[in-house]
């Protein structure tokens, strides 16, 4: 099944992109000096000190994938620290495995899976996507996971569910930054069904063919490629079908800012920031921002219909 019939996708038939291309791409860009423009912003990972992972096959765009430095250690993850550099530096503590999800709420089946057995099993695939932060800047991030779709059918949702709301960790010990009231923890999020099950939408376990570092949301963190960056939830412990639309955090702390659907859109602004344009990490000229990140194509028929300036 081919889950991107854009023209500028394609899929590479050796399974996923050998780390050598990323190190290597790496090294050029610091040679052209564009790691010194991030550095002060950046803690480096020794992303080799993670547990490699095989994707079977990868589905990749034309865009260069952004450098692994920037995509590892220039952040949001609130539960480390509200600065970008705060997560590489502060998410060691965090303890990815064991870990266990629980996926339930109005369910025929709900199940509570342990990650490393059930990611074992499981046929993962790479996926290059662009990821648009609300604040105005993007990266293209190699992304490993499988669709969230599969499991979302597999527990058997009952006819009155109508979103799907994800939940992630809030241990005090393990987040130094839940004990601040910077989000009301734990942090949470929401999709209708009909976008949980898209085929876009991952559930990521790893990036850059290894494990997810923790501040990229190890074990385990959702990837909505056609939403601003916060909808994609990191560290996730439960997926809840629900029947009402479901209180999100950043749509709770500030709801003029953040809206329920948060799709990708150049036309309407957040009152702090235009989504206008973007920069992307590594770049210095900004480019536009396109209408559902440029994914419209696969998923603009979701929204048929709506007024997206009222459903921001
Ligand atoms: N639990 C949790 N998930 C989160 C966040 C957070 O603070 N806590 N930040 C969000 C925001 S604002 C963005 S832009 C993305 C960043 O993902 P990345 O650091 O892997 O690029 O994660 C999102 N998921
Ligand atoms: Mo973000």
């Not at 709301?165 to 839940?178: H, I, K, S």
Request: aromatic fraction near 10%; charge should be positive; glycine fraction near 8%.
């Amino acid at each position: 099944m081919r889950y991107h019939p854009k023209p500028d996708w394609h899929i590479r038939a050796s399974g996923a992109t050998p780390e050598r291309l990323y190190l290597d791409r790496r090294q050029i860009v610091a040679g052209m000096g564009l790691s010194a423009l991030a550095s002060p912003l950046l803690a480096s990972t020794d992303v080799t000190k993670l547990a490699p992972l095989k994707a079977r096959r990868t589905i990749a765009t034309s865009e260069e994938p952004t450098p692994i430095d920037a995509v590892t250690g220039y952040n949001n993850f609130y539960e480390f620290g509200l600065d970008k550099d705060d997560p590489a530096a502060n998410a060691g503590t965090l303890k990815p495995r064991p870990w266990t999800v629980r996926v339930g709420g109005l369910v025929q089946k709900p199940v509570t899976l342990d990650v490393d057995t059930w990611i074992s099993k499981l046929s993962l695939e790479e996926r290059v996507y662009r990821m648009r932060c609300v604040e105005g800047w993007s990266m293209v991030i190699p992304w490993i996971g499988f669709p969230l779709a599969g499991l979302l059918k597999s527990v058997e949702p009952l006819s009155n569910a109508k979103y799907v709301r994800f939940t992630t960790l809030a241990d005090p010990d393990q987040m130094p930054g839940t004990r601040f009231p910077a989000l009301d923890w734990p942090y949470r999020e929401g999709l209708r069904i009909d976008e949980a099950m898209n085929p876009l939408t991952l559930l990521a376990v790893g990036l850059y063919g290894r494990r997810l570092p923790n501040q990229n949301g190890a074990p385990l963190r959702l990837v909505v490629p056609w939403k601003y960056g916060f909808k994609s939830i990191k560290s996730i412990v439960a997926i809840d079908f629900v029947e009402r639309q479901p209180l999100t955090s950043w749509n709770q702390s500030q709801p003029s800012e953040y809206g329920f659907y948060s799709n990708v859109n150049p036309d309407v602004d957040h009152p702090r920031w235009s989504q206008a344009t973007e920069r992307r990490i590594g770049e210095f000229r900004k480019r536009p921002t396109l209408p559902f990140n440029g994914y419209g194509e696969q998923v603009a028929g979701l929204y048929r219909g709506m007024d997206l300036k009222k459903f921001y």
